[in-house]
C-alpha cells in the first residue's frame, strides 16, 4: 500500500523559510513525477512544483525564485525548500505522486506575523 508523509509545514514569519518533505513508502517511486500541490481557505487546490524522474523541474510562476523542488530517488523522498515566504504562501501542502496519482495527507504551512 502507498503512503506519502509529508512533515516540515509550521507557523513562519514572512521572509522566512521552511523546508517540506514527502516520504513515500509501498512502492518504487523513481520512475514517477513527484510534486507538491497547495490548497488555500477557500481556494481550489494548484500546482506548486514537480520533478521528474530525471530532476526536469516546472514551477508555478508565483513561486519561481522562491521554493526549490528536488528528490532523492535513493530516499523515495521529495523535498520543497520555501524562501522567501509570503502571506500568500499560507496552505495545506500535499504531496502528489503522478501516474498513480496518490496524495498524502497534507502539512500546513501559515505564513503570518
Known amino acids: 500500500q502507498v503512503q506519502l508523509v509529508e512533515s516540515g509545514g509550521g507557523l513562519v514569519q514572512p521572509g522566512g523559510s521552511l523546508r517540506l518533505s514527502c516520504a513515500a513508502s509501498?512502492?518504487?517511486?523513481?520512475?514517477?513525477?513527484m510534486g507538491w500541490y497547495r490548497q488555500a481557505p477557500g481556494k481550489q487546490r494548484e500546482l506548486v512544483a514537480e520533478?521528474?524522474?530525471?530532476?526536469?523541474?516546472k514551477y508555478a510562476d508565483s513561486v519561481k525564485g522562491r521554493f526549490t523542488i528536488s528528490r532523492d530517488n535513493a530516499k523515495n523522498t521529495v523535498y520543497l525548500q520555501m524562501n522567501s515566504l509570503k502571506l500568500d504562501d499560507t496552505a495545506v501542502y500535499y504531496c502528489?505522486?503522478?501516474?498513480?496519482?496518490?496524495w498524502g495527507e497534507g502539512t500546513l504551512v501559515t505564513v503570518s506575523s
Open positions: 520533478i521528474t524522474s530525471r530532476g526536469i523541474t
Open positions: 502528489h505522486v503522478g501516474g498513480i496519482d496518490e
Open positions: 509501498g512502492g518504487v517511486f523513481s520512475g514517477y513525477i
